[in-house]
């Protein structure tokens, strides 16, 4: 394997990414839709509730919730603990969802793009090996993806804390569970899509089928991530460390199976099995 040949992929693809204004802004805006503007009208609105008997609701609700997370909710009044709850477990899984959409996004067009763009020829005639190219689109693919959960993360931890903090006690995000979310379960979801989707890339015609089959691939991954987010928050820990292992495994075991969807003749768009 030689890294400098998968930088020089990653590379042209981040460049070429760049400059497609039209292609990232669409995911910047859906970005700060989830991370800023979601939590911002959600949690404003809760603070802003003073009618009794919506309170009464609120604490209703919030009384239905678990022991496991009743026992960790901070604040003295209902709206204020409902608050925590929603900041804290009830918009957790937006950390994997936003992610997994940027990088389904350039996933899907990675490999059917280069025959689009008349590209594909320069790199089947490349002293590049199948391996490297492979490698090199999957990298280009999670990186968006991942900074943009890293950056929304960031936000995010910043909008709950100056919307909900004061009615807590102070500062209180991120917490354990959102950061092994964000650190070690996030990842492995990211490759599991990509190693199916770069798959479907490598395989479809154009790149509207490759959108809409990778629509199909990244719907199951996100609600098993929205499963597995809102679960492993009830022990953080425990639940994360065991949710993220299983997750890396059968991220490395789908990449390595899928190193063999990209051939030469697949970029060149002779290949009979398109």
């Known amino acids: 394997m030689r890294w400098s040949m998968v930088r020089a992929v990653v590379k042209a693809d981040l460049y070429r990414l760049v400059k497609t204004r039209d292609y990232w802004i669409p995911l910047l805006i859906l970005g700060g839709i989830f991370f800023v503007g979601m939590p911002v009208i959600l949690l404003g609105g809760i603070g802003l509730v003073e009618q009794n008997n919506v309170v009464t609701q609120i604490g209703s609700i ?3 919730l ?4 009743q026992n960790n909710l901070q604040g003295e009044t209902p709206t204020a603990r409902a608050s925590y709850a929603f900041a804290v477990y009830l918009l957790a899984p937006i950390a994997i969802i936003v992610p997994l959409t940027v990088s389904s996004a350039v996933g899907a067009n990675s490999i059917v793009g280069e025959r689009e763009r008349g590209t594909g020829e320069f790199l089947a005639h490349s002293p590049l090996t199948v391996r490297e190219i492979y490698l090199g689109k999957l990298i280009a693919s999670l990186i968006p993806g991942y900074v943009a959960g890293v950056v929304g993360f960031g ?20 917490t354990v569970g959102w950061m092994l979310l964000v650190l070690w379960v996030v990842p492995p979801f990211i490759a599991i899509a990509l190693s199916l989707i770069l798959r479907l890339s490598a395989r479809v015609r154009s790149a509207a089928s490759a959108h809409q089959a990778s629509s199909l691939v990244t719907l199951p991954v996100i609600v098993a991530s929205y499963g597995v987010a809102s679960g492993l928050l009830y022990s953080p820990v425990l639940s994360a460390s065991i949710a993220g292992l299983i997750a890396w495994i059968i991220a490395f075991a789908l ?20």
């Open 62 to 64: 919030v009384g239905s």
């Open 155 to 174: 936000l995010y931890s910043l909008v709950v804390n100056i919307i909900v903090g004061p009615k807590v006690g102070g500062w209180f995000f991120p």
């Open 255 to 274: 990449l390595a199976s899928s190193t063999g969807s990209i051939r030469r003749e697949r970029l060149l768009g002779v290949s009979g099995d398109l």
């Open 66 to 69: 678990p022991d496991a997370i």
